[in-house]
């Protein structure tokens, strides 16, 4: 992940039982403003004890506690071991939030319809999760290794996607005037902007142009990937 | 004398010993009428069936009618012989009579005494006799009787021709072993129902058999009487008369129905103590015959969406549960299921383990457990492919250490899963519809068949976006003729040489990939035909 979004995105995780403390392990190598938010001192004494500076109590029940925190335009993760208290903070936080990101963890179906039906913007069912990566290794082994060294390796390889920026070399053209191959990259998908923000697969096959603003999602190598973002962001 | 047959006898027993053709033989046989595995045994057991079904019927036939003489032909002589065979067979296959002259031959040798033959006669006949006062052997043996016909009394053992079909049928016996279960209660009642049976019709016998009621005239017809209206068949040739023979009558009624009600409580009882042991040999005889079998050890939340995702694809699933409610749960999901404790090796072997087991997933909430059942499953077998769940770190490396090939921790997921969409969105997005094959767009592999037009080729020598495809990466045996480890080369330059059993991974749609696929199986055809 380019350092940029390294920086920007700014992520309070509630929860550092069993659950949020794995959670936090691994975002902590992806992003580094993450404040942990817990209800008990044990907890938090935990966090502390791990290096985890930012990391304070709050009385879930207490709207004002937790707009002390600073919600706006952060990522909220909902990582609690208790899913009842899962459900309250989600319903807590989108009722004092306009444009956060409203992440929760979820333990069965039938808490993820409750989570989104009250506006979680993404619902992590651990069990499903897990229960789809085992059907993808016994029916399809290949692709579940392929997509494991994009995902769980730390090997260079990773899939990103890039925004257009104006003025690019990339606005106006189509998608088969460009050699990707020539970057060492593959080029997965796009979401146009001219045919709605909907996520299109590039083996669909329709020539799509390029605009400032359409997201290429690419997969290569790290240093292939940066390569093209610093042409893709440097004078056309 | 003695001397030389005994060399004689000990060295060709000796020769039995080590002949592998009498042995190969005599297993063959063995397996043919014993051992339920085996696979030609079915139709053994199918042909004795035919044999003994035809038997019956001609024998029925001929009680009336003349039947035709080739049949009666082959009744005497074809059915007889198969009979008697199978009963000889039987007989031979029971024990090793060279085993035991061999035996007492090192015995005198050891010990210096002179060789007993009337020990070796002793312990042969005694082995066999034990065979030959088995249940199944008297049925068979009497059911070879009915063959004389001259003695007419001898076609009522047709009816034992009919009890010998019980020895093909595994649910027939399997009725017997469970009402054998409730001997004692049904001995019981019987002795009792005998009891009472007896002093009803001497009752009945003392207050109308003395002239008062025509139609009982002799003991046996009161106890006839008594049968008859304590089974409630009540066929009514035989009514009292009396008062007093009345009054019995209720008594016999009354306490017939009960004992009915009894009898019927004890069969249902021991069907229903059964029924778990009768589905469990069910389950195992259905897995005994599927190859390429997933066992999900626990169906708690993961166990579940992987056994009913697992089926959804095509895939077979057997689920090994210990806890009485998941297992019924299981049941009611429609899965197969095995109510037993997998980490016990007893209950993996029951399977046969290595050769009809592809995966093992072991996904019990209890991260111990699911370190036990991993080494309960690579001690067992070498191949084997284990999924294990974990929670803690600490248990990860044990699994490993244990035989894991893949670990699965739902919490390292759940945070993955978390990082990647926080990170991209829409690439996240992607990879779910990718995955969840929500959207018709998808990754799948693909093999390189051996002859195919891809085998011995070029990346750059076929044009993956023409045919709307995107070649993500291509999988290569770490070592030629290796099938199950693979290196990968992520988006392969175009000069990438491609062999047989090389895995190419696309994206693509549906009938992007279908058609791919297609096309490799058909070059493969080509090929083989044009050679």
Not at chain 2, 234 to 237: F, S
Not at chain 2, 338 to 344: E, N, P
Not at chain 2, 362 to 365: G, L, R
């Given at each position: 992940m380019f350092d940029t979004k390294k920086e920007r995105r700014e992520i309070i995780l509630f929860g550092y039982g069993k659950l949020g403390h794995r959670v936090y392990e691994m975002l902590s190598p992806y992003f580094s403003k993450i404040t942990v938010v817990e209800q008990a001192d044990e907890l938090i004494q935990d966090a502390k004890d791990h290096g985890i500076v930012k990391s304070f109590t709050a009385d879930f029940k207490q709207d004002q506690e937790l707009i002390d925190l600073g919600l706006e335009g952060k990522i909220l993760f909902c990582a609690m071991d208790e899913m009842a208290m899962n459900i309250f903070l989600v319903l807590s936080l989108k009722s004092m939030t306009k444009n956060a990101t409203i992440i929760s963890i979820s333990t069965s179906a039938e808490n993820t319809r409750k989570l989104k039906f009250i506006g979680a913007d993404k619902v992590i069912d651990i069990y499903e999760a897990s229960a789809n990566r085992i059907v993808d290794i016994i029916t399809r082994p290949a692709v579940t290794r392929v997509l494991d060294e994009v995902i769980f390796v730390d090997n260079g390889i990773s899939l990103e996607e890039i925004e257009i920026p104006f003025h690019s070399f990339l606005e106006g053209k189509y998608v088969h005037d460009i050699d990707f191959k020539a970057f060492d990259l593959?080029?997965?998908g796009i979401t146009d902007r001219e045919m709605g923000d909907d996520f299109i697969f590039v083996s669909r096959g329709i020539d799509h142009k390029f605009d400032a603003g359409d997201i290429l999602v690419l997969l290569g190598e790290s240093h292939a990937l940066e390569n093209f973002y610093k042409k893709l962001t440097g004078p056309s | 004398m003695k001397q030389l047959i005994v060399r004689y006898l000990v060295s060709f027993s000796y020769f039995l010993e080590s002949a592998p053709y009498y042995k190969r033989t005599k297993r063959f046989f063995n397996n043919l009428l014993n051992n339920d595995d085996y696979k030609y045994k079915k139709y053994f057991d199918i042909f004795m069936v035919f044999v003994i079904l035809s038997s019956v019927i001609i024998l029925v036939v001929d009680v009336r009618e003349h039947v035709a003489y080739w049949l009666e032909w082959y009744d005497f002589y074809v059915v007889t012989i198969i009979f008697i065979v199978e009963y000889l067979l039987r007989l031979w296959v029971h024990s090793d009579m060279h085993k035991v002259i061999i035996a007492q031959y090192e015995e005198s040798e050891f010990f210096e005494k002179p060789f007993s033959f009337r020990k070796v006669i002793s312990e042969i006949a005694s082995q066999k006799w034990e065979y030959m006062t088995s249940i199944p052997a008297i049925i068979d043996l009497i059911a070879i009787l009915p063959s004389y016909r001259e003695i007419r009394v001898l076609r009522v053992f047709v009816l034992f021709r009919a009890f010998k079909m019980l020895r093909y049928s595994k649910s027939l016996l399997q009725f017997f072993e469970i009402l054998r279960n409730k001997k004692i209660e049904l001995y019981a009642l019987f002795l009792l129902l005998s009891f009472f049976t007896l002093i009803a019709s001497m009752m009945i016998y003392v207050f109308e058999g003395a002239g008062q009621n025509q139609n009982i005239q002799s003991l046996f017809d009161a106890i006839y009487w008594a049968v008859v209206t304590v089974t409630t068949v009540?066929?009514?040739?035989i009514t009292p008369v009396t008062t007093e023979g009345r009054f019995i009558s209720i008594l016999v009624i009354i306490t017939g129905l009960g004992a009915i009600t009894f009898l019927t409580s004890i069969i249902v009882s021991a069907f229903g103590e059964k029924l778990p042991e009768i589905k469990q040999t069910r389950v195992l005889n259905q897995v005994a015959k599927t190859k390429d079998l997933n066992l999900v050890c626990g169906y708690g939340k993961i166990g579940q969406i992987v056994s009913n995702k697992l089926r959804k694809q095509g895939e077979r699933v057997l689920v090994i549960e210990n806890d009485a409610s998941k297992v019924q749960k299981a049941e009611l999901d429609g899965h197969r299921v095995?109510?037993?404790?997998?980490?016990?090796s007893d209950t993996l072997l029951k399977l046969k383990f290595c050769e009809s087991v592809k995966s093992v997933i072991?996904?019990?909430?209890n991260d111990i457990i699911n370190v036990f059942i991993t080494i309960n499953a690579r001690s067992l077998c070498s191949t084997v492919e284990i999924i294990a769940r974990c929670s803690e770190k600490s248990v990860a490396t044990k699994l490993k250490l244990a035989g894991a090939n893949h670990l699965i921790m739902p919490e390292e997921i759940a945070g993955m899963l978390g990082a990647v969409y926080i990170g991209q969105p829409v690439a996240f997005d992607a990879l779910q519809a990718i995955l969840t094959r929500k959207k018709s767009a998808r990754i799948d592999e693909v093999e390189v068949k051996r002859g195919s037009f891809l085998d011995g080729a070029k990346v750059g020598d076929f044009d993956f976006g023409a045919s709307r495809l995107v070649l993500l990466a291509v999988l290569k045996p770490l070592s030629p003729n290796e099938k199950m480890s693979h290196y990968v080369i992520f988006n392969p330059p175009e000069d990438t040489e491609l062999h047989a059993h090389d895995i190419l991974v696309v994206m693509g749609y549906n009938v992007s990939i279908a058609d791919f696929k297609g096309r490799m199986e058909q070059s493969v055809r080509y090929k083989k035909r044009a050679s």
């Open positions: 593959i080029l997965v | 009540g066929y009514g040739d095995l109510h037993a404790d997998a980490t016990k072991a996904v019990t909430h």
